[in-house]
């Protein structure tokens, strides 16, 4: 490699960490001023205002404070989703997988709080905004995992996409409530979420291998 090749390389290599400063600025901003603010006050402005990179900059990388949330949660699936499949290929029992998925996902949230208030700091743009790439292939993970788990025989023969909706629908609610607490206790949330999947699933009816697509 001759010289000018080796200055090539550096200088993109010292550009592309440039580039991922840039964005890891922005993404930091975005989260602290959705948490104060709310998705819905917020304005691009602000976010810039919250870095000390110029207005242009945030252009290079996003096109709206809709992407910048849309990277958000992508960000925290990426991070969450090999934890939690994890966790559930492990398990030998029912219990053991919602144990598992409860317990990894409440000890996250509770590990990156932030995060986590500024996606839930306005409920109807995370439920407008849950179809982000990442975040779809995390309940695709979810929905794959259950239905090995049913065809093993680990689960009864439930609806693995009802299965996948409220097991979603319960660590998110239950974590929203679990940091509001003054002592958030993780280990409290693991155990009624899977109580009270336990105590559901037994008094599901079990349905046809036909009747689910």
Known sequence: MDLT??????VAGKRERTKQQNRLLILQAA?????ELGYGATTVRDIVRAT???????????????????AMQDEIALRIRPRLHEE?????????????????FFEYVA??????????????????RMDTPEILAGFHELRSDLEEAIANGLFPSLDPDYLMAAIVGVAFEIAERMLRRARPD???????????FMGGIKALPTINSGDTA
Do not use: C, M, W
């Open 5 to 10: 090749t080796t200055t090539r390389a550096r």
């Open 88 to 104: 559930r290929a492990k398990a030998r029992s029912i219990e053991e997988f919602i144990l598992g998925t409860f317990r990894t």
């Open 186 to 196: 993780t280990e409290d949330a693991t155990r009624f979420a899977t109580a009270l």
């Open 31 to 35: 989260r602290k001023v959705f948490a």
């Open 111 to 128: 590990s990156d709080e932030a995060n986590f208030h500024a996606i839930r700091r306005n409920t109807d743009t995370l439920r407008v």
């Open 52 to 70: 000390p990179l110029a207005a242009g900059t945030f252009y290079n990388y996003f096109n709206s404070k809709e992407e910048v949330f849309q």
